[in-house]
T-cell receptor
């Protein structure tokens, strides 16, 4: 069974540009979540999508957005990039959304974004 | 608001020694607790989780953790460290009423294993 696939793995952008990251969940998983990992702030929740609907959103500015397609694949977009957006962006998928202890997140390897 | 505190950003042990990584949580409701491991240039891999029931939880690679409500702790242990255990370890919490997808992570503990 294929794991969570994130593309691209590495990318470099300049300030002011925008970027789109892609995440393909494990087959059969309908929930996709995104996290940002930085040395200073650690792992922070960005948002979660389930059945093409955003169910939860973290405390990030509106420059950060996402969407989910009917096949459960998800994309996140960051517009008007700032230096502080340099981070590892991790996508995780799970079978369900909602408060179930059996609902374990499986993470992808991440997309490492560098903003110059 | 829930939170977790990991004591010690770096822990160094000798190969074969006991591994103890500390995690304390704060939650107004009974929590779900998780330990994840991250190897260099990789994502997070689940080691173990506590939801309800048995307070001693066994995970992969010989790791286990004990949920102690009275101490609000969920420390991770392994009896004998191996070189391959060198990685960063994250404790995380979510609450029973919310989505398990929204985890609050600790700041991580980097485990170094020496010969």
């Amino acid at each position: 069974k294929a794991g969570v696939t994130q593309t691209p793995r590495y990318l470099i952008k300049t300030r002011g540009q925008q970027v789109t990251l892609s995440c393909s969940p494990i087959s059969g998983h309908r929930s996709v979540s995104w996290y940002q990992q930085t040395p200073g702030q650690g792992l922070q929740f960005l948002f979660e999508y389930f059945s093409e609907t955003q169910r939860n959103k973290g405390n990030f500015p509106g420059r950060f957005s996402g969407r989910q397609f009917s096949n459960s694949r998800s994309e996140m977009n960051v517009s008007t990039l700032e230096l502080g957006d340099s981070a590892l962006y991790l996508c995780a998928s799970s079978q369900l959304a909602g408060g179930s202890g059996a609902n374990v997140l499986t993470f992808g390897a991440g997309s490492r974004l560098t903003v110059l | 608001a829930q939170s977790v505190t990991q004591l010690g950003s770096h822990v160094s042990v000798s190969e074969g020694a006991l591994v103890l990584l500390r995690c304390n949580y704060s939650s107004s409701v009974p929590p779900y607790l998780f330990w994840y491991v991250q190897y260099p240039n990789q994502g997070l891999q689940l080691l173990l989780k506590y939801t309800t029931g048995a307070t001693l939880v066994k995970g992969i690679n010989g790791f286990e953790a004990e949920f102690k409500k009275s101490e609000t702790s969920f420390h991770l242990t392994k009896p004998s460290a191996h070189m391959s255990d060198a990685a960063e370890y994250f404790c995380a919490v979510s609450d029973l009423t919310g989505t398990a997808s929204k985890l609050t992570f600790g700041t991580g503990t980097r485990l170094q294993v020496t010969l």
